[in-house]
């Protein structure tokens, strides 16, 4: 079972940037689709961005040309840069496959508030 590892949230003030990185400890995370999804209190999970294999992305509207989903295959990491960061960002954010099906990391807190 694959083991996801997120990192780089934390307090930001709107306007600002963050880059979040996701490490997978599975051997094979070069051919699956890769998604960054969130939750924020009450809300249900919703999906971020998500890369394939072949490197095409794909944004919910509201962070479209704000953020951008990269992957390193050689380093099984996957990455989310943060521009223009707004309050309704805030969120935990989780990464897994772009179907959900690895075990769920423990996230990393996003918090955008002046």
């Known amino acids: 079972q694959a083991q996801l590892v997120e990192s780089g949230g934390g307090l930001v003030q709107p306007g600002g940037s963050l880059r979040l990185s996701c490490a997978a400890s599975?051997?094979?995370?070069?051919?699956?689709?890769m998604t960054w999804y969130r939750q924020a209190p009450g809300n249900q999970r919703e999906l971020v961005a998500t890369?394939?294999?072949?490197?095409?992305?794909n944004y919910l509207d509201s962070v479209k040309c704000r953020f951008t989903i990269s992957r390193d295959n050689a380093k099984n990491t996957l990455y989310l840069q943060m521009n223009s960061l707004k309050p309704e960002d805030t969120a935990v954010y989780y990464c897994?496959?772009?179907?959900?099906?690895?075990?769920w990391g423990r996230g990393t807190q996003v918090t955008v508030s002046s």
């Open positions: 897994n496959t772009a179907t959900g099906s690895w075990a």
């Open positions: 599975r051997g094979s995370f070069s051919i699956y689709a």
């Open positions: 890369i394939t294999n072949a490197g095409r992305t």
